[in-house]
């Protein structure tokens, strides 16, 4: 009887273990995909940390430029504005785009304070310069694992199979935190 069972649900026994292992190997699929995209956040979680450091380090920075320097309001109003523009900022992207106006006018503030004798030799100047060298060395070591994870993730998605079960789960590429336009560009300062 047990032999005869076999024989006659033989096929049916075969396509369901087929369909296990179907639906198994989808899940997996699933599962890489919300694994990857969970690393990204966490590591964009690491970044806006550093960025939140280098924002708590700035007032300290322009109060102290600002004490030797009042006629350089443009740029504190840039850095003000910036700072500002991040912390409305909702997604990724216009985070990336804040962080880069606030290096780009970090970097005017920093060549207008070499120009103040007074100022570079400062102690307190120079020990916040310091801390935001150290700051801006372990964002660009945040953003660097940031756009690691991104890379493998749409590298990921892009190949086949992938390609089609990141469509159906809705998983779509992530975008690299580069340097804006603006950041690139060296700053001048005309007295």
Same mark, same amino acid.
């Given at each position: ?32 995909? #919300?694994?990857?995209?969970? !690393? =990204?956040?966490? %590591?964009?979680?690491? /970044?806006?940390?550093? *960025? ?9 920075? #322009?109060?102290?430029?600002? !004490? =030797?320097?009042? %006629?350089?309001?443009? /740029?504190?109003?840039? *850095? ?112």
């Amino acid at each position: 009887m047990e032999q005869n069972f076999w024989q006659k649900n033989k096929t049916w026994v075969i396509v369901l273990i087929v369909v296990l292992i179907i639906v198994f190997w989808v899940i997996g699929k699933y599962n890489s995909f #919300v694994v990857q995209n969970e !690393g =990204i956040n966490n %590591q964009w979680a690491q /970044v806006e940390n550093q *960025l939140q450091r280098r924002f708590e380090l700035i007032p300290n920075v #322009v109060n102290t430029v600002k !004490g =030797i320097t009042q %006629q350089e309001k443009d /740029v504190f109003g840039a *850095l003000a504005e910036a700072r500002t523009r991040y912390a409305g900022s909702t997604t990724i992207d216009e985070k990336a785009a804040a962080a880069g106006q606030v290096e780009s006018s970090l970097a005017r503030l920093l060549v207008i304070a070499e120009n103040y004798p007074e100022l570079k030799s400062a102690q307190s100047f120079r020990d916040l310069t310091v801390e935001l060298e150290g700051t801006a060395n372990r964002i660009t070591v945040e953003r660097q694992k940031y756009n690691d994870l991104v890379k493998n993730l749409n590298a990921y998605i892009k190949v086949f199979p992938n390609s089609i079960f990141a469509g159906i789960f809705g998983v779509g590429e992530r975008v690299y935190f580069q340097v804006t336009d603006e950041a690139k560009i060296n700053p001048t300062v005309n007295f």
